[in-house]
């Protein structure tokens, strides 16, 4: 099987690399299935991994893949939160970015430099919910800076979807576009866990700004968002590959991009469950 340049173009997107053995690169093989990969592999293994990810077509239109039906939607599971503001459940945009940007209902306040509040469309198909914010983050007020953002910004350029919501000559396209926040609006100091008080204290600005994207999908990055929705101390890796639901809303849960500098070998299921979140708006 021989990749051909525009899939090989959507890999270096991601920046995975394509393995060639050296006695017949001319015939560019693919190596095994990705699936076989673990975090322990040895790095050949890794980069034999990361080359099988599921192609999109040119278009940018991704595989069809379908969720197992032997494993059904998850029910989202009970989160412990703040009884739900009426004032705050009236809010638009900038009121609500307002009202981050002043609150003062937990200890973060006292540490940060400034809110992260978020960016993107505000009427996006997709909702990208990450944990916390960085340093980075935290300078800049915006969320998944850094080397973090940079490959979340490449898997996002592989299904033709950006975080930036203005275009040269014409509105964007909120098919074609991302909001982007996260389940933290302050940073933990030195990049600690946040709390169970913490994350509480935050779920009432993370369910309106939900509330007024609508999203036809969200995508849940990393252990703490998937906390914050769905309610569940599984580990990413139990949880992804399968399609939730977020009060009517499809879910799919994935690595942070965070987790996959670390871990490159995981890009490729990475890549697989963005294939899926896709398939939801097919």
């Not at 935290?138 to 299904?159: C, I, K, N, T, W």
């Not at 866990?193 to 999908?217: G, H, I, K, Y």
Request: charged fraction near 20%; glycine fraction near 6%.
């Amino acid at each position: 099987m021989r990749w051909s340049e525009p899939q090989q173009a959507m890999l270096r997107e991601m920046g995975l690399r394509l393995w060639l053995p050296a006695a017949a690169a001319a015939e560019q093989p693919v190596a095994a299935t990705a699936t076989a990969v673990t975090a322990a592999t040895a790095p050949v293994e890794a980069e034999r991994a990361a080359a099988t990810v599921p192609p999109a077509p040119a278009a940018v239109r991704p595989p069809t893949l379908a969720a197992s039906p032997a494993t059904p939607p998850s029910a989202p599971q009970p989160v412990t939160r703040a009884p739900a503001d009426p004032a705050l459940l009236a809010m638009d945009w900038p009121a609500l970015r307002s009202a981050v940007e002043t609150c003062r209902a937990c200890s973060l306040c006292e540490t940060r430099q400034q809110t992260v509040f978020g960016v993107g469309h505000p009427r996006a198909h997709w909702m990208i919910v990450g944990e916390a914010p960085g340093e980075q983050e935290d300078g800049l007020g915006e969320p998944f800076v850094g080397e973090s953002g940079q490959l979340l910004d490449r898997m996002l350029r592989a299904l033709g979807l950006s975080r930036d919501a203005t275009e040269p000559t014409e509105p964007a396209d909120p098919a074609r576009q991302v909001y982007i926040a996260n389940a933290l609006k302050c940073r933990p100091p030195r990049n600690r866990n946040p709390t169970a008080a913490e994350r509480a204290s935050c779920q009432p600005f993370l369910e309106r700004q939900l509330a007024l994207v609508q999203p036809r999908v969200i995508l849940a990055m990393g252990r703490f968002a998937v906390q914050s929705l769905l309610g569940s101390d599984e580990p990413i890796g139990k949880l992804r590959g399968r399609l939730h639901d977020w009060r009517g809303v499809p879910l799919v849960v994935t690595y942070h991009p965070a987790y996959l500098l670390r871990q490159p070998a995981d890009k490729a299921r990475a890549w697989d469950d963005l294939c899926l979140a896709a398939t939801c708006l097919d």
